[in-house]
Structure formats: C-alpha cells, structure tokens
C-alpha cells in the first residue's frame, strides 16, 4: 500500500501519478512531487505508476503575502 502524505493510500496501487494528483484534487502546476525521496519532474506524472512501496510526498505551494 502507497504512502502518499503521510496516509496509507491503497487505492492508489497500480494508478498514474496524474490520475491520483487529479483525484485527489490538486493542481498540476501548483506543486512538487517526491517519490521515495527523489523529486519527480512534471513530464513524468503521466508517465509514473504508483507502487505498493512507494512513499509519495505532495507539496502545494501557495501563493499570498
């Protein structure tokens, strides 16, 4: 099962990063993505699936002042 932020994610198991980030309502341009402690370039969401080992860290930055 995924750990994705902290939480054991186990739907996620066998899902396209994009499909998960998408589902999980956050915004593609608006954060960064660290799998198993490497971060992962915006080009390779699509492309990524999600393993049972993966832990996955979601940063949404956020504007304001």
Not at 16 to 26: D, N, Q, R
Not at 41 to 59: L, R
């Amino acid at each position: 099962m995924a750990l994705i932020c902290g939480k054991n994610e186990s739907e996620a198991d066998g899902m396209k990063l994009a499909e998960y980030i998408e589902k999980a309502g956050f915004q593609k341009g608006r954060i960064a993505v660290e799998i198993n402690g490497a971060i992962l370039p915006k080009e390779e969401y699509e492309k990524t699936v999600i393993a049972s080992s993966d832990e996955i860290e979601i940063v949404e930055f956020m504007g304001g002042g």
